[in-house]
């Protein structure tokens, strides 16, 4: 199961569950960001700020025909974490520069949220 809130920057997931998350940019005019060849979106998920991250991920963009990026989290990202909240972050690579366009700073905390499962696959 997942649930966005993106008012609130929350993303929950059923830990050990398979979650594809679609994301945008926006300038700085408030206008959509198209993204072209070879732009990087990196999202990863940490403890606490300031901690290594427990799963990074990435989508390099193959083409300009979208203006969204999807990062799938497979099953083994989330298997071995425990249930609760953690901090995550989305940067943005695209002609050398590096945009952190979702961040946590001390008024934001982007949160990842770990739910439980009752039914295990074996």
Avoid: C
């Avoid at 025909?65 to 990062?71: V, Y």
């Avoid at 953690?86 to 001390?106: M, N, P, S």
Wanted: proline share 3%; charged share 20%.
């Amino acid at each position: 199961m997942l649930k966005i809130d993106s008012e609130n920057m929350i993303i929950a997931m059923t830990r050990g569950d398979t979650a594809n998350i679609v994301f945008s940019a926006v300038d700085e005019q408030g206008q959509t960001y198209t993204p072209v060849l070879n732009d990087v979106l990196r999202f990863a998920v940490a403890k606490k700020v300031g901690a290594e991250p427990l799963f990074e991920l990435t989508n390099i963009m193959a083409n300009d025909a979208t203006a969204f990026w999807t990062i799938t989290i497979q099953p083994h990202n989330t298997n071995t974490m425990k249930f609760g909240d953690y901090v995550f972050d989305v940067q943005l690579t695209h002609g050398g520069e590096v945009d952190t366009i979702i961040g946590a700073t001390d008024e934001i905390r982007p949160t990842f949220r770990v739910w439980g499962e009752v039914a295990t696959e074996d």
